[in-house]
């Protein structure tokens, strides 16, 4: 069983920075893909970001390319989502995720562990 617990969430003006974590506990944690997701009341949860176990491969939705970065720390079993000039439109829940795999991951349903989720609130 893995534990994620996410934090950094919060409420930020338009053209902001936040970074979220996600630190990770549990079994031994080696050789886990992770992800970023979000969600919105009334809709589906929306991949974000991926990033492979080694980190050398990442994934991002068309829309927070060039401002967003995922990243992690292999030793602190920690994965981060650095999310610059945000918009009012990246308002959500988010949410990280993990599956048993060195590769990225980007399908929602292929995840087996996932955090509570954090809240980022972006105003205009």
């Known amino acids: 069983q893995v534990q994620l617990v996410e934090s950094g969430g919060g409420l930020v003006q338009a053209g902001g920075s936040l970074r979220l974590s996600c630190a990770a506990s549990?079994?031994?944690?080696?050789?886990?893909?992770m992800g970023w997701f979000r969600q919105v009341p009334g809709k589906e949860r929306e991949f974000v970001a991926g990033i492979s176990w080694y980190g050398d491969s990442r994934n991002y939705v068309d829309s927070v390319k060039g401002r967003f970065t995922i990243s992690r720390d292999n030793a602190k079993n920690t994965v981060y989502l650095q999310m610059n000039n945000l918009k009012p439109e990246d308002t959500a829940v988010y949410y990280c995720a993990t599956k048993k795999t060195y590769g990225v991951v980007s399908g929602r349903t292929e995840y087996d562990y996932w955090g509570q989720g954090t809240q980022v609130t972006v105003s205009s």
């Open positions: 549990g079994r031994t944690f080696s050789g886990y893909g």
